[in-house]
């Protein structure tokens, strides 16, 4: 197994698409929309707190599943997270034929990329990844240095969302790849 390089991106104004809107999507889009207000969301149904989120206008809801050869050539990174895995791979071959950054939730070994779990105030931002493996350890360590950053007095001046995508103070993430 590969280990991945830890590295912060700047993905403010980058074109990012999600397929699926399940717990996993979920979940991850909370945690994306504390970066990147440049989220699209497809998926015949979404969860609550995507559509929330697509109603206050933080991200774009589609109602439409993937379709081969959708993918735009200015989207910078792809989340796989629908309830097929058939679909999460063709997803993933589209993305490596259009050098997109992509993350496949049904198959940690497609990732280009993983989802840490975050501890963020202010502008400090840590973010925690075991490797896809251990769950447990990558979520003990995210809410113990949570927990010290929160205590630390630092001002928080960064919003970063829950797990259905709404906004809250200090930390969001997803250690599951």
Known sequence: MSRYFPLFLDISNK?????GA??????????????????TVFAPEASEGI?????????IYK????RRGSIGADVFLVLAATDEDSVNEEICRECRSKGILVN??????????QFPGIAAKGDLVVGINAGGMDHHMAKTWTDRIRKEVEEDGYDNQTETA???????????GDQNG
């Not at 496949?104 to 990329?113: A, E, G, I, P």
């Open 15 to 19: 074109k990012i698409n999600v397929y």
């Open 22 to 39: 399940g717990r996993i999507a979920s979940r991850r889009v909370g945690t994306l929309l504390a970066f990147a207000p440049l989220l």
């Open 51 to 59: 559509l929330e989120a697509a109603e206050e206008g933080r991200l």
């Open 63 to 66: 109602k439409e599943s993937y």
């Open 104 to 113: 496949v939730c049904s198959d940690r070994t497609l990732c280009d990329f």
């Open 162 to 172: 829950s797990d259905d995508g709404k906004s809250e103070k200090d930390g969001a």
